[in-house]
């Protein structure tokens, strides 16, 4: 599978309509790709709260959902389209939500991201906490979704791995501040869930933060197969969904956990 990270550089001074065309010709420039992932919250930028309410949208049917449906049906690849401010049709709460289009352009998955950072401001009191786990199936391999601040969550991944996980798609927005727990937390993960981890950051200055970039693929023995530099940048690497296996197989540490997680079945 060739996995391809469009590390997206979110500039305030780019209208949210203007990026979202910029960044659906770059994925269909990406028409070699199986799988191509963009950030968090790429079309406002993940630290521009103030701008959250007036740029939320629906997962289904909004302008980003609309342009980047079109985006993976013209290039025939799977898009993990990063994340949105959704705004949800009932209750009208907003949402950090990820979308998953599949190469015919239909919404194939939708994930609310369930540790929202701030310490209560930002995202944390503006946002409403989603409560699923998502996996989906793609082929050759299942996707487990999570954003950002979830990476500090170890025993989301956990569950994810559990549904079946073994390719962890990470959109985010992380601060160039926390850089060292970026590319310690992404490595941890694959790690530890013997997965791969696709971790697709932006690059930048929004909102007065500077973004990290250093958007990472990394293989389930925590190896780094490819890492971005701070700017934006398309960031592609072919992923041997095989050695997940393998590496299970061969060094199987997971079959030991003790903690009252059940292990998961042979498939």
Not at 27 to 34: K, N, P, Y
Not at 48 to 55: G, I, N, Q, W
Not at 120 to 137: F, N, P
Not at 221 to 234: D, H, K, R, T
Request: proline content about 5%; some cysteine; charged content about 25%.
């Amino acid at each position: 599978m060739r996995a391809t990270l469009l590390q997206i550089d979110v500039d305030q001074r780019e209208s949210v309509a203007s990026r979202r065309d910029r960044v659906a010709a770059m994925v269909r420039a990406h028409a070699d790709a199986d799988l191509v992932v963009l950030p968090e919250l790429w079309p406002v930028g993940a630290f521009a709260a103030e701008d959250f309410a007036a740029e939320a949208e629906t997962a289904d049917g909004g302008p980003t959902a609309e342009v980047m449906s079109a985006a993976a049906r013209d290039a025939g690849v799977w898009l993990h389209a990063g994340s949105i401010v959704e705004r949800d049709v009932v209750g009208g709460e907003l949402f950090n939500t990820s979308l998953l289009f599949s190469p015919d352009g239909d919404l194939a998955a939708v994930y609310r991201k369930i540790h929202r950072f701030g310490f209560d401001q930002g995202e944390a009191v503006l946002m409403s906490s989603g409560h699923d786990i998502v996996t989906a199936r793609v082929p050759g391999t299942v996707l487990g979704l999570a954003t950002c601040y979830d990476l500090r969550f170890p025993e989301q991944f956990r569950l994810l791995l559990d549904a079946g996980a073994q390719t962890l798609v990470v959109p985010a927005g992380w601060p160039a501040r926390r850089l060292a727990h970026w590319r310690l937390l992404v490595r941890a993960r694959a790690v530890e869930s013997q997965a791969y981890v696709l971790a697709c950051g932006t690059a930048g200055t929004h909102a007065g933060v500077e973004q990290a970039g250093h958007s990472m693929i990394v293989d389930p023995w925590g190896e780094i197969v490819a890492e971005a530099g701070p700017a934006e940048q398309a960031l592609s690497a072919e992923v041997d969904v095989f050695r997940v296996d393998v590496t299970r197989a061969d060094f199987p540490v997971l079959r030991d956990r003790v903690l009252g997680v059940p292990t998961p079945k042979p498939r």
